[in-house]
């Protein structure tokens, strides 16, 4: 989906389908530089990473396996609950592995910190973290994360996988929701 075909539901594009594009490409290039020799899962968390996951994972130019984690601590509101839950948990062991977490969005830092806390708890040989985007003024606690896409202003943002009530994760672009879509 387009922009154009939402007008006025969003308030302007802050990330264009080719600069994500880019910087996905870059990252993919990162990713087999540091993992060169090593089997390693990419865990996409549901259901924001999937646009990423699936991007990501055509950049890359070797065997990886992928699965899946469904953490929610949003409702469908525009602010995290603060309440972590498991809706999905993994089918792969992750013991002796290297896991590369993929997310969407990273807001406080939050849930991701109990994702990995949770994940590390398996006994994996690595646990790192790979984002498209990131809040910095969001951040209500340090997570460690080795790949990020772009640094963002701690706006609500829509599109390539992030969602406001379920809709706007099919636009290609990620964008700022006009406040009167949400208020």
């Not at 994972?57 to 409702?75: A, F, T």
Request: aromatic fraction near 6%; charge should be negative; include cysteine.
């Amino acid at each position: 989906m387009d922009p154009q075909h939402i007008d006025g539901d969003l308030e302007k594009v802050v990330l264009s389908e080719q600069e994500i594009q880019s910087r996905l490409a870059e990252m993919a290039a990162d990713i087999q530089r540091d993992y060169e020799g090593k089997d390693v899962l990419l865990v996409g968390v549901l259901k924001g990473a999937v646009m990423v996951m699936a991007d990501l994972s055509r950049h890359l130019s070797r065997h990886v396996e992928i699965d899946w984690m469904d953490v929610s601590s949003y409702g469908s509101g525009t602010r995290s609950s603060g309440v972590v839950r498991i809706i999905k948990d993994l089918d792969a062991d992750i013991s002796g592995r290297h896991v590369l977490v993929v997310e969407d969005i990273i807001d406080t830092g939050l849930t991701l910190s109990w994702l990995v806390s949770n994940l590390r708890s398996r006994g994996p040989a690595s646990v790192e973290i790979c984002t498209m985007l990131r809040k910095p003024e969001a951040a209500k606690t340090d997570v460690d994360v080795k790949y990020v896409g772009f640094d963002i202003p701690n706006s609500f943002v829509v599109g390539y996988g992030l969602d406001y009530a379920e809709r706007y994760r099919n636009l290609r672009v990620v964008a700022t929701l006009a406040p009167h879509m949400y208020s």
